[in-house]
């Protein structure tokens, strides 16, 4: 009930704005979830003219798929997320996934909570999830459809089965780690998070002195979710593969990060016509000023993938693991230099954007009118209707000053808590079979500011910055500093003996 209650005011936020959420690549998304339906057999599509002519469709039939372009760029749109958006619209609406969504971050948090504060009532636990509600961009990730929200999610499951896996009772382990396997087949970025906090994890448990069996089993646990997830995705690559005849890939995003900030550009300046990748150097004379208009841009004098045909997109892909190995020697620390300062520029951009557009902007391009975003949008004839009516209720500017100052006040808080409270000394005092709670909230302590500020970093590197990769993650930080709070309480509360505890 307890749990209902929080699902039920996260998604209030939803029911506040008017609609669920769409972003332009939702309808690459459905695309996906559409042809793995039809594949698997649970949800056949509906093929009308309209859905035969969609320009995102991977139907191995459709229109779209006799030019193979959206093979060049549906490799980075997970199916498996695409099946769960195809399967919410076609048993209910966008409503169902996103109250879907929010009920699954509500449990995901009660479980974070009562693991690592064993004493924690309804009561703070309701609070906690009011403040959250109303004062961060959980919400409004929790009704988007997309697969940000599970950025977050994979931190906190990574973090309860690496720290505390012996408090949790067998359905959670199993329902976490389900949701971990889940996370990673939503968006190839999250691997990549995965693998990092897992790393951190591990060490944080030998720092404890915590046995070498019990690490062991811990680990062995989260390869074999990442081992799962990435056989998961090939499975689905090669199933394509045999239907279509030809693969899907993901757009040359490292290669579009090279060009962008500099190094790429030198390399083609001094080695062009020659040098590894001469598809590239045709576009030599474009001026590469951000990744998204590399990758993007329809104007043929700016953009590079999406102005080429197929063979050329495949060329490029082929061409971009070389061309990455021979910029990267010739300038190095430049490189680092640029990917940290992507890194750290990303970790403080996270207001809310994309999640508060309304969905009557789709309607101004016929492009879309032929893709599924207007069938799946809820209500969408009455954005065709009056588009005003479909603005987010929210002010967005008041938003954004609001989650930016709970942020800050959050952080502070964790940074007092882990240097005047002496933190990382809770970890001389870990015990594995859990008697010592307060050794799994140190944990999470550092685990989930790594975590956010891992994603940070991954997403700044691999693509570039968006507000929206992370505000995906940042309310991870108040929830953090909530616990925190909740721990200094009540340690004061019950006088505790040991004031350097949490």
Known sequence: MHILLAGAI??????????????????????????????????????DENRLTDPTSVMPDSQAMRDKIPATIAGGRSPFYGLVLVLAVRFGTLWLLAGGQALLAAWTIYVLTRRLLPVATPLLYQGVILVLGLGTSLPFFAAFAMPDLYAGLLIIAVTLLAVCPERLSAVERVMLWGLLVASLTFH???????????????????????PPTVIAIRAGWLALSILVAMSMTWAFGALYQADAGVAQRA????????????????????????????????FADRPFTSEDEILWSEDPAKGVFSVSDYATRDRLRDEEAAFVTAVVPRAPVAIVARLLSNGLQQLITFYVWEPMKSPALFLQFPWWHRTAILRIVPDMKACEAAPDTCDVRANPLFVAVLHIAIVMLAWILIVWAIFKTRCFGLFARAR???????SHLAGAVILIPMGVILNALICGAASGVFARYQARVIWLIPLLALLIAARLWQTRRTRSQDPKLL
């Open 432 to 438: 594995v079979n859990g008697s010592d709670p307060s």
């Open 10 to 47: 996260l998604f209030a936020v939803a029911a506040a704005n008017g609609r669920p959420s769409v972003f332009a690549d939702t309808a690459w998304y459905y695309s996906q979830g559409e042809y793995l339906a039809w594949r698997l057999g649970i949800a056949l599509p509906d093929l």
């Open 251 to 282: 757009p040359p995003f490292l290669m579009a990060r090279l060009l962008a900030d500099g190094p790429g550009r030198d390399y083609l300046t001094a080695l062009c016509p020659n040098g590894v990748s001469p598809t590239l150097c045709r």
């Open 188 to 210: 190839a970025v999250n691997i990549a998070l995965a693998v990092g906090l897992s790393g951190l994890a591990l060490a944080i448990l030998a720092a404890s002195r915590t």
